[in-house]
């Protein structure tokens, strides 16, 4: 399960880079939004609802609490606005530079904040991964400007640029860190909506965070689209023009990412010396 929650995760952003020269993310990102929220009804209303508990999906939304209610729906928020910026971030500088960024500040902010809220114990081990994240994200982040560098120096003895100036900007890395944060800060609160007798189980708990992922969408994307992170103001009616290809490629990133989600989650109800 963890196995197809790390290929999830690390594939759906090619579904957004296959299109990305003629589509931009906020509209794309519609698409993700509405594929992630249908993917978790289609698992909560097939393998969320054959359990041998006898407790249906629609049971355990029912029976949970208002606080996991909260929690879950608080956690599809923050890491929607991170997984937003991270989409922003693969605008702007394409994947290999936001990928390492984003997703290694997420594992050192997730792995300080984790034991606030749940078993302290590997502390040795835990300090030590994050040095070795800490250290691959320094060094991601030095081998993206230089990169970027090269590729203007190279775009200046071409003439494909009339600038004299060597500077590269740090747009790409200042999103791929503020995702990374997002993303990062929201695993602690799906800890938290899931730590007690009353929580949401894996499925409940996934269609209720789709659900925050969403509802957000239309609240962030007034801001992504109006105050764009590269280029002029997005026009919602550009959605409408776009081609079948472009809508697949979102509702495919979205399934894609809840599967993501949903086997991680799946991955935590083992028991005993089988939990990961």
């Not at 399960?1 to 509209?27: C, D, G, M, Q, Y």
């Not at 594929?35 to 049971?59: E, K, N, P, Q, R």
């Not at 993501?260 to 991955?267: A, N, P, R």
Request: net charge positive.
């Amino acid at each position: 399960l963890l196995i197809v929650s790390l290929l999830a995760w690390s594939s759906w952003p090619n579904t957004f880079k296959a299109v990305s020269k003629k589509w931009r993310f906020e509209l794309y990102y519609c698409d993700f939004a509405l594929g992630f929220l249908l993917a978790s009804i289609l698992a909560a209303f097939t393998f969320g609802s054959l359990g041998s508990d006898g407790f249906s999906f629609v049971d355990d939304l029912l029976l949970a609490g208002k606080k996991q209610d909260a929690f879950a729906m608080m956690a599809g928020l923050v890491f929607n606005l991170g997984n937003m910026l991270f989409a922003a971030a693969i605008y702007v500088s394409g994947i290999a530079p936001a990928a390492p960024v984003a997703l290694g500040v997420a594992l050192i902010l997730n792995a300080l904040l984790s034991p606030l809220v749940g078993s302290p114990s590997g502390l040795p081990l835990r300090l030590a991964g994050v040095a070795i994240v800490l250290a691959a994200v320094v060094s991601g982040i030095m081998a993206s400007r230089r990169w970027a560098l090269a590729k203007l120096i190279e775009a200046m003895q071409t003439g494909r640029t009339k600038s004299t100036r060597k500077v590269v900007s740090g747009k790409a890395v200042a999103l791929s860190i503020a995702a990374g944060l997002f993303l990062g800060g929201s695993v602690p609160l799906m800890q938290m909506g899931r730590d007690s007798e009353i929580s949401l189980g894996p499925y409940s708990f996934s269609f209720v965070v789709a659900l925050g992922v969403f509802i957000s969408t239309f609240i962030f994307n007034l801001f992504f689209m109006n105050l764009p992170v590269q280029g002029k103001p997005a026009d919602m009616a550009e959605y409408f023009r776009a081609p079948t290809k472009s809508h697949f490629a979102g509702l495919a990133g979205g399934a894609i990412a809840l599967v993501g989600l949903l086997t991680g989650l799946l991955s935590l109800r083992a028991d005993g010396a089988a939990q990961l």
